[in-house]
């Protein structure tokens, strides 16, 4: 699949536009989604990321969970360190917003503590975060 290479090269734009295209074939597909999730957060599309990541997690939390950065070869570390160490083009809600979303790529207690963050001005995170502490209550059973 020709966005999974551009994908996995960091050409985002370029893969997203492909794999909006495979998302059109197969809409439930898990890998797209999550892909574009990256894609859409590195293009400055945040709330169109953060649409799909709220039914992704939704539906399956665990696609995402479980991803392994260095077998998936997730592109999430070097872009939350970016996000993290740099200016960017986000305002400071979104930046919180798009590091909620990749890291729990990583690490779902930094992903639930800038949801947490958001949801005491913005209501609309309570669900993630509710979602996230059941989540995390379940792993460390």
């Known amino acids: 699949m020709l966005g999974n290479q551009y994908f996995l090269t960091r050409k985002y734009h370029e ?3 492909e794999l909006e ?14 892909k574009l ?8 599309k945040l709330y169109t990321a953060l649409e799909i990541f709220e039914k992704l997690i939704v539906e399956d939390v665990y696609c ?3 991803t392994d950065p260095i077998l998936d070869d997730c592109p999430c570390p070097e872009i939350i360190y970016e ?12 930046k919180s917003i798009a590091l909620g979303i990749l890291w729990l790529y990583c690490d779902i207690k930094h992903s639930l503590n800038h949801f947490i963050l958001l ?23």
Not at 83 to 94: C, G, P, Q, R, V
Not at 129 to 138: A, C, G, I, Y
């Open 21 to 34: 295209t495979s998302l059109k074939k197969n809409p439930t597909s898990k890998p797209i989604r999550k």
């Open 15 to 17: 893969a997203l536009s």
């Open 64 to 66: 995402i969970i479980n």
């Open 37 to 44: 999730i990256i894609c859409y957060v590195k293009t400055g």
């Open 119 to 141: 949801s005491l001005k913005d209501k609309r995170f309570e669900k993630i975060v509710e979602l996230l502490r059941t989540k995390t209550k379940q792993t460390q059973r």
């Open 83 to 94: 996000l993290e160490n740099t200016s960017s083009y986000f305002d400071e809600k979104e």
